[in-house]
């Protein structure tokens, strides 16, 4: 098959000429109907949001053209299978993860994993060892797990039986995991991989390894984050040394967590992901990354902010840039002045600012930049702050106080923050974007954390809770002490 091949996209295309009058669902009927306010922006779009009709194929029973469209994906990432997700990274670590083990195995789980696998690891009742990454020093950004973390892990918990990891972190960055990974196999744990942010590593040079190529067994990742494809599109990779009956379990997973009715919008957009990203060329590429270049060099023009330039011992992403305020600024009111001059970051942390280019030439108005300049003028740049939340969490191996099984069994009560240290948490505090937990349930919260929650909170983070995170919801210390 050639680059440009799209079997998917070819066949919903091929329906659509015929002009077919739809007694089948979606109610809009190939866009026939749909709200005035939105009607003609979606358009065409409308009619490639189809069903499961003769000739187009099943998501969960696929024999024509979406499983064509999965192989050539398995191809081009070199695996031995490739499903597409319809939910996003989500559902591919859901699946992963209840699929590959069995309920009350041991699994290491790296302990700044999102929350989505936390919630499979929840769900299939497994029993997680948190495992502390290394740290980027000047950052304090999660970097990955070590050799040595996983040397003592499998010391400690020796009837483990697989290892969740994030690779690279949410700001395109991480230690080489080879190692890791094939110290892991070679204690005969599975290597699950939530590598969400690096569906483009496959292009190979300047970009990192994707860990699919370094042993992984399954890895998951969110095409719509760095492929041009629509958002909740996704691929879960499985690797070409894995049995068919492991193959099975996974999809099988799959079936439970995905839904009945997969958008055909978000399948075509995997099949043209991969046909985009596997045309590209080397020479598009340098025009690309020239291009993020330039703006990297007039952000460090600006004394107020700093971009990032990280370690050569690292595994970076070059369509990734981050810039860290010199001033009294938190990281959230830096974005505040890039957003007022209508540039869109992908997220900000106490200190940071995350900017995320794509595989395509954006435009940056110069203007746009120089109000920037304008807006920062007025800040003194200060002596560097440094602060490392997720390393005051836990360190090294730990397991949480309470599995999830024994949690949902206890009474539970809602306390204040200040009161809530020693307590053991009922529900997970989770600053979003990127949403990592900064507490998990079952986990003891400690002083050191409820610290870094205020200070998240006065830096003027996002949690996603219900209400104003002003309490936590805590076991009752009658139930715990039983």
Known sequence: ????????????????????????????KNGLFFHDSIHEAFGEALKYDVTELAGLDDLHAPSGVIREAQEEAARFYKAKQTFFLVGGSTVGNLAMVYG????????????????????AV?????VPILLTPEFDHDSSHAIGISVETVAEAVRQYPDAKGIILTYPNYYGVSIDLQETITTAKKHDLLVLVDEAHAAHYCLGTPFPVSTLQQGADVVVQSAHKMLPALTMSSFLHINEKQSDAFRHKIKEALTMFQSSSPSYLLMASLDGARAYAESISKTEITTILAGVEAVKKELSNIKQI????????????????TIKTTTNLTGFELQDIFLENNLYPELADEKHVLLVFGLGTIEVPSQSLQAIRHSLEAYEVVEERRSNPLLNLKIGVQKLELHSDDLRQLTKKRVPLERAVGCIAAEAVVPYPPGIPLVLPGERMTEQVIDEIKKLIDAGATFQVEQ??????????????E
């Not at 440009?4 to 009058?21: C, E, F, T, V």
């Not at 929840?122 to 497994?126: E, H, P, S, V, Y």
């Not at 805590?474 to 715990?480: C, G, M, Q």
């Open 100 to 119: 590959a083990f069995e309920r009350g195995d041991q699994v290491f789980v790296q302990r700044n994993s999102h929350k989505s696998v936390f919630h």
């Open 306 to 321: 700093k971009v990032v330039n990280w370690s050569d011992n690292y595994h970076c992403d070059p369509l990734k840039v």
């Open 468 to 481: 104003d995170l002003k309490d936590v919801l805590v076991v009752d210390v009658e139930d715990d002490d």
């Open 122 to 126: 929840q769900i299939a009742g497994l």
């Open 1 to 28: 098959m050639t680059r440009n091949h799209i079997p998917l996209i070819k066949a919903i295309q091929n329906h659509k000429k015929a002009d077919p009058i739809s007694f089948h669902v979606p109610g809009h």
